[in-house]
């Protein structure tokens, strides 16, 4: 059973369009993360949200927690083929970091 | 810079062949996982520790065990592989708790055949 599921799984796109990633569960997380993943390295932290509602940006990036923080999303302005990568989110549940099942996005110049 | 360190990068085993993945922090982290994910997939939890001593069951725990003798130390050993061990397997740990930054180790690629 997946705790986190993101949509879409797969996401190919045009440079410049928007697009929004989606990271849903029926479990409250305490906190969720965004980590962005290229081929052969390690996730990579792009955000920490916290509180029901919050919002963060970064640069392009907007990152929402939802208001029952059980859900989150990824909203990406004007993307550019720099983008491209594997896009996890992943919720803090009592002592254990637990992944989402990943969105792949590909963004063609 | 180390940061998380994990040997070896790249192994081939056998069915049923024995192994150890080590991982090693010198950030004096309290917390430390181990992941694998498989291609194109999220990371899923085996196992994780929040200090020397205790350890605890993720969500895919079956066929592997692990040891937190020190703070620094994590390893994860495969007994008997199977095939469907086969997976890139990324070590991880922060400060605190998840909510605080997690630092990953640069992974390694376990092929069973």
């Known amino acids: 059973t997946q705790l986190l599921e993101q949509s879409p799984q797969f996401l190919s796109i045009q440079e410049g369009e928007n697009l929004t990633v989606y990271c849903n569960s029926s479990?409250?997380?305490?906190?969720l993360q965004w980590y962005r993943q290229e081929p052969g390295e390690g996730p990579v932290l792009l955000v920490t949200?916290?509180?029901?509602?919050e919002v963060k940006k970064l640069k392009r990036l907007t990152f929402q927690f939802g208001d029952a923080r059980k859900d989150s999303s990824l909203h990406i302005t004007a993307a550019q083929p720099g983008d491209t990568g594997l896009y996890l989110c992943?919720?803090?549940?009592?002592?254990?970091?637990?992944f989402g099942t990943g969105t792949r996005l590909q963004v063609f110049p | 810079n180390a940061g998380v360190t994990q040997t070896p990068k790249f192994r081939i085993l056998k069915i049923g062949q024995s192994m150890t993945l080590q991982c090693a922090q010198d950030?004096?982290?309290?917390?430390m996982y181990w992941y694998r994910q498989d291609p194109g997939m999220g990371l899923k939890l085996i196992y994780y520790?929040?200090?020397?001593?205790?350890?605890d069951k993720g969500e895919v725990p079956n066929g592997y065990n692990v040891s937190r003798s020190t703070t620094e130390d994590f390893p994860l050993r495969l007994e008997l592989a199977a095939p469907s061990q086969t997976s890139v397997y990324f070590c991880?740990?922060?400060?605190?708790?998840?909510?605080?930054?997690?630092?990953f180790g640069e992974g390694s690629w376990l092929t069973v055949v």
């Open positions: 949200v916290v509180t029901g509602g």
């Open positions: 992943a919720g803090d549940n009592t002592d254990k970091l637990i």
């Open positions: 520790s929040v200090g020397a001593g205790i350890t």
């Open positions: 950030m004096n982290h309290n917390y």
């Open positions: 479990s409250v997380f305490s906190s």
């Open positions: 991880a740990s922060s400060y605190r708790g998840p909510g605080n930054t997690i630092y």
